[in-house]
């Protein structure tokens, strides 16, 4: 007699058994059971309700940190500059009348300098610099100047003269525009503080009851 015919949707196996989680053309897993004649038999598997894998969180690439931060909205320009303290004061040479770059900061009627954009994000000043006040400055075309060229000076109130340069004609000119208008606004600074009227002091109060009995306690009551 001749091995029965497999049925409908069936494989044939030699063996009895049965094997689980086997999947078909990428559907749903089905199992695989062998019955005593060695029929197979496919049978696809339902899987329950909120069983269902979930779904692992996309993960968010973290954003690429900025090299500085943001600029603080007080800043009016800052950038890198040529530098040359030319004068101490009013007649008196400095001591060291060599250029250098440096990153030069105009914030609050103030000009400080750095050595880079990354010492100034540190908030670190070039060799521990004291910011120069523009207090009764002035800012001006140096054009005595012959040795370069987009050469500005910035003389201060105290006498003491520094000379800086740009790049080209536009960087001047930013320059010049910005430190004149933080300069005009030191003045109108110092114009409103005096034109406010000094503070008076508060008008002295009566004297509590019990200070006037012990002022006038030391005359002898008559009798």
Same mark, same amino acid.
């Given at each position: #007699?001749?091995?029965?015919?497999? &049925?409908?949707? @069936?494989?044939?196996?030699?063996?009895?058994?049965?094997?689980?989680?086997? &999947? #078909?053309?990428?559907?749903?897993? $089905?199992?695989?059971?062998?019955?005593?004649?060695?029929?197979?038999?496919?049978? $696809?598997?339902?899987?329950?309700?909120?069983?269902?894998?979930?779904? +692992? !969180?996309?993960?968010?690439?973290?954003?690429?940190?900025?090299?500085?931060?943001?600029?603080? +909205?007080?800043?009016?320009?800052? /950038?890198?500059?040529?530098?040359?303290?030319?004068?101490?004061?009013? @007649?008196?040479?400095?001591?060291?009348? +060599?250029?250098?770059?440096?990153?030069?900061?105009?914030? /609050?009627?103030?000009?400080?300098?750095?050595?880079?954009?990354?010492?100034?994000?540190?908030?670190?000043?070039?060799?521990?610099?004291?910011?120069?006040?523009? $207090?009764?400055?002035?800012?001006?075309?140096?054009?005595?100047?012959?040795?370069?060229?987009?050469?500005?000076?910035?003389?201060?109130?105290? /006498? +003491?003269?520094?000379?800086?340069?740009?790049?080209?004609?536009?960087?001047?000119?930013?320059?010049?525009?910005?430190?004149?208008?933080?300069?005009? *606004?030191?003045?109108?600074?110092?114009?409103?503080?005096?034109?406010?009227?000094?503070? @008076?002091?508060?008008?002295?109060?009566?004297?509590?009851?019990?200070?006037? *009995?012990?002022?006038?306690?030391?005359? !002898?009551?008559?009798?």
């Amino acid at each position: #007699m001749g091995s029965p015919s497999p &049925t409908p949707g @069936t494989h044939h196996l030699g063996d009895k058994g049965s094997v689980r989680g086997a &999947t #078909m053309g990428g559907t749903a897993p $089905q199992a695989m059971a062998v019955g005593g004649d060695g029929a197979v038999a496919w049978r $696809q598997l339902t899987r329950p309700v909120g069983d269902e894998e979930p779904a +692992s !969180p996309r993960r968010e690439e973290p954003e690429e940190p900025a090299t500085l931060p943001a600029r603080a +909205s007080n800043i009016q320009l800052e /950038g890198y500059l040529g530098r040359k303290h030319d004068l101490e004061a009013a @007649t008196k040479r400095a001591s060291n009348r +060599s250029w250098s770059t440096r990153y030069c900061v105009l914030r /609050g009627g103030q000009l400080a300098f750095f050595k880079d954009a990354k010492s100034r994000a540190l908030g670190l000043p070039c060799h521990g610099e004291e910011p120069l006040g523009l $207090q009764d400055a002035s800012c001006e075309v140096a054009a005595g100047y012959k040795k370069k060229k987009h050469v500005f000076k910035l003389r201060l109130s105290n /006498g +003491s003269e520094w000379l800086f340069h740009g790049k080209d004609e536009e960087e001047l000119q930013a320059w010049l525009q910005g430190l004149s208008a933080a300069i005009g *606004e030191c003045q109108g600074w110092r114009g409103k503080a005096q034109s406010l009227p000094p503070p @008076t002091a508060p008008p002295a109060g009566p004297l509590p009851r019990r200070d006037k *009995e012990k002022r006038f306690s030391f005359f !002898p009551k008559k009798k």
